[in-house]
């Protein structure tokens, strides 16, 4: 009911694009994760093909966040998030169409550059509604995002005893639906006239060295949360014995975002630092990967290994809560209000291009651990990298490289006000 509460006192935009989230993390997952099972199982696709439809989507979404950015600037936030959604429905819809290759090529494409442009665009126009209430926003992003990535999996689990043609019209659906909303319901906002060329906002950006030292940085929050759908669903399945256990690690994420993530960026935002929390999360999320390394060389599965292996998959969600939202938060302040979509484009591009470095890293560590008998070595690889991004950025803080926190214009008003604030509208 907190969270609820929450959620009616934002202004309409910024409940649409809650809700926007929810959909985006249903339809993405309850398609993506099971693309690989239907070009190796149903068409017959060699892995080498299978990596190079996914990969093409991956690259066409990582390698073009900046270019999102820069449009959401430019052309405003609405209209970018508008075509990102229509994109992906038609990418989505590709997939359901044929199984030719040139077919399913097109397919990632599309889906890919419909992320790249509706991600950062979605950030900036959060950010920008928000007002002084930005890590507030963002802590319930992360509550529909995490509700949505539980939700899609389930769904698709579901329709693919139908086809994946039907799971791929479905998801299809869904960013049809979101699409018509935001063309129904999401206001319009005159972009800036913009001071220089894209070239010239590139420039800018790159060149902030303060923001380019806080993304590099933040590489392990990215290499870590991947760790969901690498290292972290081997754990548990090794532990309990039961491939299915893979789904208790998004469970237990979306009940703990659900019951404490607004509390936590409520009670965190008024005691210390933004930057201090950040360098906490990411720590913490480090420290996650303990309790899983711990029983890695177990012979037999056991109750308690899994317990264990949960333990430090909440242990990460919590280190992910306390960051993530002030993250965001502070990403606008490196640069002029302008060119905020650029900011969160780039910084993006740059998480994307970490998380995979990191997922190739910690996949040759599970390797070299199934060679070597060395079962604690990937665990103790994203140890290293968490602590490493927490004393990085623990670093910035005191040289003074991070923007001063800012004074929230729009100061939540207390339990009861906001009861009263959200009835009347």
């Not at 070009?39 to 299978?50: E, N, P, Q, R």
């Not at 994946?164 to 206001?187: E, G, N, Y």
């Not at 998480?351 to 199934?370: F, K, Q, R």
Request: glycine content about 12%; some cysteine; proline content about 6%.
């Amino acid at each position: 009911m907190r969270t609820l509460a929450a959620v009616r006192s934002f202004p309409l935009p910024v409940r649409l694009l809650l809700v926007n989230q929810l959909g985006v993390n249903t339809g993405f997952y309850l398609l993506i994760p099971y693309l690989a099972i239907h070009l190796t199982d149903d068409l017959g696709m060699s892995a080498a093909v299978v990596g190079v439809v996914l990969g093409l989507r991956n690259l066409s979404q990582q390698g073009l966040f900046p270019i999102g950015g820069s449009a959401a600037d430019r052309l405003g936030a609405r209209g970018v998030i508008i075509a990102g959604c229509a994109l992906r429905t038609l990418g989505f819809a590709l997939f359901a169409l044929g199984d030719a290759l040139p077919l399913l090529i097109g397919a990632s494409i599309l889906s890919g550059l419909a992320g790249a442009l509706f991600n950062p665009a979605v950030r900036t126009y959060v950010a920008q509604e928000a007002g002084g209430r930005k890590a507030e926003a963002f802590a319930l992003f992360n509550v529909f995002a995490t509700t949505g990535a539980l939700l899609g999996p389930l769904l698709g689990s579901l329709l693919l005893l139908v086809d994946f043609r039907a799971a791929a019209v479905t998801a299809a659906a869904v960013f049809a639906v979101l699409t018509l909303a935001q063309l129904l319901v999401l206001p319009a906002r005159a972009a800036p006239a913009p001071d220089t060329g894209v070239l010239g906002d590139w420039r800018e950006v790159s060149g902030n060295r303060r923001f380019l030292a806080f993304s590099l940085a933040m590489v392990g929050m990215y290499g870590l949360e991947n760790q969901l759908y690498l290292l972290l669903p081997h754990a548990v399945a090794r532990a309990s014995g039961w491939d299915g256990s893979t789904g208790l690690l998004f469970l237990a994420g979306t009940v703990a975002h659900l019951c404490f993530q607004l509390r936590i960026t409520r009670g965190l935002a008024a005691r210390g630092s933004r930057a201090r929390w950040i360098a906490t999360g990411l720590a913490v999320m480090a420290l996650g990967f303990v309790p899983p390394m711990l029983v890695s060389g177990a012979a037999a599965p056991h109750p308690a290994y899994l317990l264990l292996v949960l333990a430090g998959a909440l242990l990460l969600h919590l280190g992910v809560m306390i960051a993530q939202p002030f993250v965001m938060e502070l990403i606008p302040a490196f640069g002029r209000e302008n060119l905020t979509g650029t900011y969160y484009g780039l910084f993006y591009a740059v998480s994307g291009i970490a998380a995979a470095v990191g997922n190739a890293g910690i996949g040759w560590a599970m390797d070299t651990a199934g060679h070597t008998g060395l079962t604690w070595l990937p665990h103790a690889c994203c140890l290293a990298l968490g602590l490493a991004s927490a004393a990085a950025v623990a670093r910035l803080h005191r040289r003074r490289a991070l923007p001063p926190d800012s004074v929230p214009d729009d100061p939540l008003p207390p339990r009861a006000d906001v009861r009263t604030r959200s009835e009347t509208k």
